[in-house]
Structures are given as C-alpha cells and as structure tokens.
C-alpha cells in the first residue's frame, strides 16, 4: 500500500475495478462467490464513501465474526438474515455479533496494510491459484481491515 495513494483507501493500485471484476467473476464461479459477504464488508469498510453508516458497525462485527467462525458460519448467518427479512422479522438480528467489537469511530478513512486489488492471485485473476488461496488472501484481507479501524482507534 501506497501513503496516501490513489484510492480513499490508501491502495495505490485501482479498487473499484477489482472490486466489479471480483463481483463478476462471483456470478460465474459459484465457489469464489462463497466468500461474497466478507468481499461486501471489506469492500464498503474500506471505501466508506460507498457505504451506508447504518450498516458499517455490522459489517465490521460480521468480518470479525468471518475471523473467528470461518465463512461457512457466515453464509449461514447470511441465509438466516435473508429468511428472517422475508418473514417481516423485526430487523437484524444482532444477538451472533453482539460479542464483537463495535465499529470504533473515527474522523477519517483508516489506513490499511492490504486492499481489495490484494485479493488477485500472481497471475492477476482471482482464483487461477485455487479456491483455497482466495480463501486465505479473503482472510487475510479481512484481517488486514479489521486492524486499520482498530489502530485508528488509538
């Protein structure tokens, strides 16, 4: 990552193409879109231009919860979520992410060590290198997120 660099992120290199192409590529290969949440979150986490306020404090806490339960747990949360909005629930059901840390505040756009352009494998696709090490580099991303808003906070 570049100081300051070319995107809100910091990210020197290009997000919002990455981040289409990332999305694209999820609607062909149902496999790599198994990590489409964790994608969303870090995504408008870091480029809070593009994010509702309302949302970031649980896309931060679903993006611990990814780190700590994996990203099968994720997408069952997911699909109880999406059940429970199409029954007339009231709302999000906070009580899973209620043990994660809040969204802490902050004036400005934290830096972060890595970016969505990150998640490309050496040959500049996403998964020319297997599933798993999408997987990793996701995680590792996430991480990466979760650490620039928690440094920021101090």
Sequence with gaps: MADGGACEC????????????????????PEMATWHAPLVCN???????????RFADVQFRLLQFYLDRGVTAV?????????????G??????????????LPHRDSV????????????????????????????MRMLSEATIAGYLESES
């Excluded at 995504?43 to 306020?53: G, T, W």
């Excluded at 629930?89 to 809040?102: F, H, I, N, S, T």
């Design 110 to 137: 934290p830096r972060f060590a890595l970016g969505i352009p990150d998640l490309r494998d050496a040959d500049g696709g996403f998964v020319g290198d297997g599933h798993p090490a999408y997987g990793a580099r």
């Design 10 to 29: 910091g990210s020197a290199r290009p997000c919002v193409d990455t981040w289409y192409e990332a999305l694209a590529q999820e609607h062909q290969d």
């Design 75 to 87: 997408n069952r949360l997911a699909r109880h979520q999406v059940a429970r909005n199409k029954s």
């Design 89 to 102: 629930g009231p709302g999000y059901d906070m009580r899973p992410l209620q043990p994660y840390r809040a």
């Design 43 to 53: 995504f408008v986490l870091q480029h809070p231009s593009r994010n509702k306020e």
